[in-house]
């Protein structure tokens, strides 16, 4: 465990989170809505430092990224934990695990990581993408990790739904060289209740982000629920005021998670929002099809 960043302390013992914009106000001997950020007897740490739930070396293509540095590989870690309640969750197993529940979470520091990442340089490494579970919440081992590989060369990704406060993203953006950033559907309404979280703070991220770093945008589309044409034309005229470069990933839905009955998304779907989101930008890419 890790002292955690950005945490007030309250009445009772209570601290309260601003990491993300849940604010979670958290009882001692409990975590936010994350899972992985536990008051100890009034302080806040990160349970999730350094444990790692997956590893891979991945091509940059599945994170996906297809604007840069096309046809490398990155090294791909994750833990435990997220900060949304999607129903549709992709990756659920790894992201809803908790500490006590896997079998198969083993330590690394920063240093023994960076290691790694620079021992695959030969294998076509380019450096570390913090994906498979929300990196955000990861945010104290993500950020020493990354100060490190910036320091030896090496690139650092993020693969997020960009739920994330103002300040610690605009204290990590000088370490992060790109991002996937995941805005799941273009409807405050969806958000609320399929999410749990809020459209204009994951809009915020990608708006801040493109400024600092190359981003790239998915949408996982769901039948019946965020699969309308004038929903994905009004994400992708937000996305080409932002800037017409920005890369736009629409991506077909399988049933996961708690959302088994909805059905696989259409292949004619995807290709006629394709279409629609053409009109604005200029890098469309179709996922999963």
């Not at 465990?1 to 849940?22: F, G, R």
């Not at 430092?49 to 997956?54: C, R, S, V």
């Not at 995941?182 to 409807?187: E, G, L, R």
């Not at 937000?238 to 259409?266: C, Q």
């Given at each position: 465990?890790?002292?955690?960043?950005?945490?007030n302390?309250?009445?009772?013992?209570k601290v309260?989170?601003?990491?993300?914009?849940?604010?979670?106000?958290?009882k001692p001997?409990?975590?936010?809505?994350?899972?992985?950020?536990a008051?100890?007897?009034?302080e806040?740490y990160?349970?999730n430092y350094?444990?790692i739930?997956?590893?891979?070396l991945d091509?940059?293509?599945?994170?996906?990224?297809k604007?840069f540095?096309?046809?490398s590989?990155?090294?791909?870690?994750?833990?435990?934990g997220?900060?949304?309640k999607c129903?549709?969750?992709q990756n659920?197993t790894i992201?809803?695990?908790?500490f006590d529940?896997?079998?198969?979470i083993?330590?690394?520091?920063?240093e023994?990581?960076v290691?790694?990442a620079l021992?695959l340089?030969?294998?076509?490494?380019?450096?570390?993408?913090?994906?498979y579970?929300?990196?955000s919440?990861w945010?104290?081992?993500v950020?020493d990790?990354a100060?490190?590989?910036?320091e030896?060369?090496?690139?650092?990704?993020?693969?997020?739904?960009?739920?994330?406060?103002?300040?610690?993203?605009?204290?990590?953006?000088?370490?992060?060289?790109a991002?996937?950033?995941d805005?799941?559907a273009?409807?405050?309404?969806?958000?609320?209740s399929?999410?749990?979280?809020?459209?204009?703070?994951?809009?915020?991220?990608?708006?801040?982000?493109?400024?600092?770093c190359?981003?790239?945008?998915?949408?996982?589309?769901i039948?019946?629920l965020?699969?309308?044409?004038?929903e994905?034309?009004e994400?992708?005229?937000?996305?080409?005021?932002v800037?017409?470069?920005?890369?736009?990933h629409l991506?077909?839905?399988?049933?996961?998670?708690k959302?088994r009955?909805?059905?696989?998304?259409?292949?004619?779907?995807?290709?006629?929002?394709?279409?629609?989101a053409e009109?604005?930008?200029?890098?469309?890419?179709?996922?999963?099809i």
């Amino acid at each position: 465990m890790k002292l955690a960043l950005y945490y007030n302390k309250i009445e009772d013992s209570k601290v309260q989170c601003y990491l993300c914009p849940h604010n979670c106000i958290i009882k001692p001997g409990s975590t936010g809505v994350c899972r992985a950020r536990a008051n100890m007897k009034g302080e806040l740490y990160s349970l999730n430092y350094g444990k790692i739930t997956a590893i891979a070396l991945d091509p940059i293509g599945k994170k996906p990224l297809k604007n840069f540095h096309p046809g490398s590989m990155i090294l791909s870690v994750g833990t435990f934990g997220c900060n949304l309640k999607c129903s549709f969750c992709q990756n659920w197993t790894i992201a809803h695990e908790s500490f006590d529940e896997s079998s198969d979470i083993f330590d690394v520091e920063p240093e023994k990581l960076v290691e790694k990442a620079l021992e695959l340089v030969p294998s076509g490494n380019i450096g570390i993408a913090y994906t498979y579970n929300e990196p955000s919440i990861w945010y104290e081992f993500v950020y020493d990790t990354a100060k490190l590989a910036r320091e030896k060369g090496l690139r650092n990704v993020l693969v997020t739904n960009g739920f994330i406060s103002r300040e610690p993203l605009e204290e990590l953006l000088p370490y992060i060289d790109a991002m996937n950033i995941d805005v799941k559907a273009y409807t405050s309404s969806f958000y609320s209740s399929i999410c749990r979280s809020s459209l204009d703070d994951v809009k915020r991220t990608v708006e801040i982000s493109a400024e600092k770093c190359h981003v790239e945008v998915t949408n996982l589309i769901i039948p019946g629920l965020n699969d309308s044409m004038e929903e994905i034309e009004e994400l992708a005229k937000w996305l080409a005021s932002v800037s017409h470069e920005i890369p736009l990933h629409l991506s077909r839905f399988f049933p996961r998670y708690k959302m088994r009955d909805v059905s696989p998304t259409p292949r004619e779907t995807l290709f006629e929002a394709k279409d629609v989101a053409e009109r604005y930008l200029k890098h469309v890419y179709l996922g999963n099809i």
